[in-house]
């Protein structure tokens, strides 16, 4: 059975930083097939794309409002994606999710396989 598990979020002031951790589980799934990206939701509002990273790291995608703050790598060697986030505001509060699909451009969709996220919140 595959598994995205997500983790490294926390309670942090604004303009602070968090790496958020997304590993991938399951005895036959590899990553490396896989576009792999960031989605979050807030109270009250619905699920929005953060960010999108192709299977070989070497294309990335990010919404304009995290654009320059946020940054999404891959391991694919340790099964794992990353979301390193700076200068963190308070509307960047929500549950991050961890997402996979086939197709890089069809990410942002949202239509893949989800984590059960992890929560961020940036205080004032």
């Known amino acids: 059975q595959v598994q995205l598990v997500e983790s490294g979020g926390g309670l942090v002031q604004a303009g602070g930083s968090l790496r958020l951790s997304c590993a991938a589980s399951?005895?036959?799934?590899?990553?490396?097939?896989?576009?792999m990206g960031w989605f979050r939701q807030a109270p009250g509002k619905e699920r929005e794309f953060v960010a999108a990273?192709?299977?070989?790291?070497?294309?990335?995608h990010y919404a304009d409002s995290v654009k320059g703050r946020f940054t999404i790598s891959r391991d694919n060697a340790k099964n794992t994606v990353y979301l390193q986030m700076n200068s963190l505001r308070p509307e960047d509060t929500a549950v991050y999710y961890c997402?996979?699909?086939?197709?890089?451009?069809?990410?942002?969709?949202?239509?893949?396989?989800w984590g059960q996220g992890t929560q961020v919140t940036v205080s004032s």
């Open positions: 997402t996979r699909d086939a197709d890089f451009y069809k990410l942002k969709t949202g239509r893949g396989y």
């Open positions: 399951g005895r036959t799934f590899s990553i490396s097939s896989y576009a």
């Open positions: 990273i192709n299977w070989s790291g070497v294309s990335t």
